[in-house]
């Protein structure tokens, strides 16, 4: 733990306090005058660093306590001033001469609520007319760390991704800053790189290996064990492709197989990059592959493989309307079509490898477990597992109507989806056998996604957001919007939820409680699912018809606008960030746009 210490004198009475980690916040008095005869008065100084540190890197609040005699004499909480402003003043007057304890506690949001990420306290005797030194250091709350899965599974030449998580003694998580997180392995078996709680790891022999990670603010690890088999048989099922392209900064829907709707880029300012015409309208969402390249359907029967940098086609592959697509370990490009199928495209020359054909219409954009297998539902009612290598069926599992949802992957190798039946179900990734299903009160178009400790967030068109357990399908809480939701929920890396509603607004909503946060109207229904940069920013489209679609950027912590896009018809595509920051998505105007 880095730690800071200052020593601060108080004019007729006694107190306050330095942060966690260099650099930390500290409290400092200017003195004051007495509240009253025989009393004292305490004014404190926040002094707030740069956003760079636990401490208050995490923390958009303290709250100070002064008790004497175990009651509370007094409480403030003093929120992050805004941009450009580093101290914040509180005062406490009409304080009793007699020994009070002075305590501090940091919470991620401005109203002091939430997981505490460090706490302090420290007694000192109020004394008229006495200048008294006190210290007060704020330790962080953070006891243990863990890696999921664990253990791990992957095979050679494939690729997983490992999630973090802190908590407190208590079990509740507890929010770590960017960048504090540090990835390392023991072996040469695999490789990787982390990007703050999540890492890619990829398999490069047979054999096992230790990935551990450190916040290095509290100086707590966690550990995985990480098995690399040689190809072929991984968690129940032949190899085929073996997981996601590594390398990719978003190879399918929302991001990866837990649509956390995270990406690795940041920095966009609303310019336009480049723009690609299709010949109808684009609601499906983009991948991008390893080497930048955009892939993307449109409803004039084509999907298109575009130059991420220029926008310039590479190639084209008709044959109908297409879901939006998922990216397999050896580029290979699966995506399901309203002609009835599900195709495996070679990524780099658009040939086919293969057709699946389901019963009817698949708009449901697949997902690949870390073993190749691909699962995608299809409105015939089915969801199916297929050999990504061949097409072969592995099994199908039959809802009791449509399938628009896409499939989810949860570390152990669930699937979760919906349908139209109104139910979210859990399947078991080997076999396809239902785990439970959750009834909600209306179809679930919305495609679920999974938090780092399990839970299941979906949205659905009776208007509510759950939260489910994982494990259990037990609703753990439920929030109600204004209108039927179609957006997928995207997951902050402090817990946050974010989802759009055709209410016209985007929700910030605390992924343990429920509790909204914040709210954002953007003036028409949002369907599109946001996405989030690597700095918090979400990014999300709405439908506001022939008066122009707009993609919206949003501070994640307060959802104020940092800027917005204008496009020429509906925004239902969900955008997807590039590796530089730049934002992909479609629109009813037929258009691709690269914003940057």
């Not at 940091?106 to 006495?130: I, L, R």
């Not at 953007?522 to 979400?538: E, F, K, L, Q, R």
């Amino acid at each position: 733990m880095r730690t800071a210490y200052l020593t601060i004198l108080l004019g007729l009475s006694a107190a306050l306090l330095a942060g966690c980690g260099a650099g930390g916040s500290t409290f400092n008095n200017s003195g004051g005058a007495p509240g009253g005869t025989g009393r004292g008065s305490l004014r404190l100084t926040i002094r707030w660093p740069e956003p760079s540190r636990l401490i208050p890197a995490a923390a958009n609040s303290i709250t100070v306590t002064l008790t004497a005699d175990k009651q509370q004499v007094a409480q403030q909480t003093v929120a992050r001033p805004a941009a450009g402003q580093s101290t914040s003043n509180v005062s406490f007057n009409a304080l009793p001469p007699t020994i009070i304890t002075v305590s501090a506690a940091a919470y991620p949001s401005s109203d002091g609520t939430g997981t505490a990420q460090a706490t302090g306290s420290e007694d000192v005797t109020v004394t008229a007319n006495v200048q008294t030194p006190i210290t007060l250091l704020l330790l962080s709350t953070i006891t243990r760390v863990t890696v999921t899965p664990n253990p791990a599974t992957v095979n050679a030449g494939a690729s997983t991704t490992l999630t973090a998580a802190a908590a407190d003694a208590s079990g509740n998580m507890v929010l770590v800053a960017p960048g504090t997180w540090k990835w390392t392995t023991t072996a040469g078996t695999v490789t990787g790189s982390g990007t703050d709680n999540t890492a890619v790891v990829s398999g490069l022999s047979s054999g096992s290996a230790t990935v551990t990670v450190t916040d290095t603010d509290s100086d707590k690890s966690g550990s995985t064990t990480v098995t690399v088999g040689s190809g072929g048989t991984t968690g129940g099922g032949t190899g085929g492709s073996g997981g996601l392209q590594a390398g990719s900064p978003w190879p399918m829907f929302h991001g990866g197989v837990r649509h956390t709707g995270r990406g690795i880029g940041s920095g966009a300012t609303g310019q336009q990059k480049w723009t690609f015409k299709t010949g109808n309208v684009v609601t499906s969402s983009p991948a991008i592959g390893a080497d930048g390249t955009v892939y993307i359907g449109s409803e004039d029967s084509n999907f298109y493989a575009l130059d991420g940098a220029t926008g310039q086609q590479k190639w084209a592959f008709n044959s109908g309307g297409f879901s939006s697509p998922a990216i397999g370990a050896d580029g290979t490009v699966y995506v399901g079509s309203d002609g009835y199928h599900v195709y495996a495209l070679d990524g780099a020359t658009g040939q086919q490898k293969w057709a699946f054909k389901t019963g009817y219409i698949v708009y449901a954009s697949p997902a690949i477990g870390a073993d190749g297998t691909v699962y995608v539902g299809s409105w015939d009612h089915n969801v199916y597992a297929l050999n990504g290598a061949t097409g072969q069926q592995k099994w199908v599992f039959e809802t009791g109507d449509r399938v628009w949802s896409s499939p989810a992957i949860g570390a152990d190798g669930t699937v979760y989806v919906g349908s139209d039946d109104y139910n979210v179900y859990a399947l078991d990734g080997a076999t396809g056998q239902q785990k439970w299903a959750f009834k909600t009160g209306y179809a679930v178009h919305s495609s679920p996604a999974i938090g780092a400790d399990g839970t299941v967030y979906v949205g659905g068109e009776d208007d509510n957001v759950y939260a489910l357990d994982g494990a259990t399908g037990q609703q753990k809480w439920v929030f109600k919007t204004g209108g039927y939701i179609n957006s997928s929920p995207a997951l902050g890396t402090d817990g946050m939820v974010y989802i759009g509603s055709s209410d016209d607004n985007v929700y910030a909503l605390d992924g343990a409680t429920g509790r909204q946060k914040w709210v954002f109207k953007t003036g028409y229904a949002v369907h599109s699912s946001p996405a989030i940069g690597a700095d918090g920013t979400v990014y999300v489209g709405n439908a506001a018809g022939l008066e122009g679609g707009y993609v919206y950027a949003l501070d994640g912590a307060t959802g104020q606008q940092k800027w917005v896009f204008k496009t020429g018809n509906n925004v239902d595509s969900s955008p997807a960030i590039g590796a530089d920051g730049t934002v992909y998505v479609g629109s009813w105007d037929d258009n691709v746009y690269a914003i940057h």
